[in-house]
């Protein structure tokens, strides 16, 4: 670490400390050229890979997108808020640790058709839908047939649209 004051590259840490959160370490150190004091602070940095778009482009990852495509697709569905929060947190869990730097547009949406899947199914085929850009009645029906023939683990089953 380098000073912050003469630039000195060799530096003791005097003290350190855990925030109370335990998310960060607090250390006082100290300049072996200046003598003078300074506090730096360590905490876990988590880099979410990019996604590249189908026509190639790349973008962050935002998590409220994430958490709004799952909202909207659950609109109306007896599905909590704690059901919803836990599903972008398996997903953002799985894009922190795939080790990937970046994961396309179609990865993501495979996570979050496979959350949907146990949450809800009419939210499943609502998402589908615009994912897998439906044209006619005939690939709700063939979406619908997968559910059927797909164990549902910690799903529920639907009671009506």
């Known amino acids: 670490m ?3 004051f003469c630039n000195g590259s060799d530096t003791q840490v005097i003290d350190s400390r855990v925030s109370e959160e335990g998310d960060t370490i607090r ?3 100290r300049c072996m050229a200046c003598e003078r004091r300074f506090t730096t602070y360590e905490r876990v940095e988590l880099s979410m890979p990019a996604v590249v778009k189908r026509n190639g482009t790349r973008t ?3 998590l409220e997108k994430l ?3 799952l909202k909207l697709a659950l609109r109306k569905r007896p599905v909590s808020t704690e059901q919803v929060d836990a ?3 398996r997903i953002e869990e799985s894009l922190l640790t795939s080790g990937k730097r970046e994961v396309s547009t179609g990865y993501l949406g495979e996570l979050v058709m496979n959350e949907l899947i146990k949450l809800d199914q009419v939210a499943y085929v609502r998402f ?3 994912y897998k850009s439906f044209e006619d009645i005939n690939e709700f029906v063939k979406a619908i047939d997968e559910i059927k023939v797909e164990p549902v683990s910690g799903g529920r089953a639907s009671k009506g649209a």
Do not use: H, L, N, Y
Request: aromatic share 6%; glycine share 6%.
């Open 2 to 4: 380098k000073c912050p």
């Open 27 to 29: 250390r006082r150190r």
């Open 60 to 62: 962050e990852f935002d």
């Open 67 to 69: 958490r709004g495509s």
């Open 87 to 89: 599903a972008v947190a």
């Open 128 to 130: 589908a839908s615009v």
